[in-house]
């Protein structure tokens, strides 16, 4: 019993271990954290999202005199 808990263990920590790596290799910016201007735009967009403001595609096409 002890060497399959001990041989599940290991498993698991290989494959986070892996998955890590992977993040880290194919994600430039992992483990970066986002200066607290970019924070701020975020939770307001999530926010004006929530709050339902947002604008068309015909609405924004309009405004940029492309249509």
């Known amino acids: 019993m002890m060497n399959v808990n001990l041989t599940e263990n290991f498993r698991k920590e290989l494959k986070k ?12 910016d992992f483990g970066l954290e986002l200066k607290d201007e970019v924070k701020h735009a975020l939770e307001k967009s999530l926010k004006e999202k929530e709050d339902g403001n947002l604008y068309s595609l015909e609405d924004v096409k309009k405004e940029l005199g492309l249509i």
């Open 17 to 28: 271990l892996l998955r890590e790596t992977l993040e880290e290799f194919l994600d430039p």
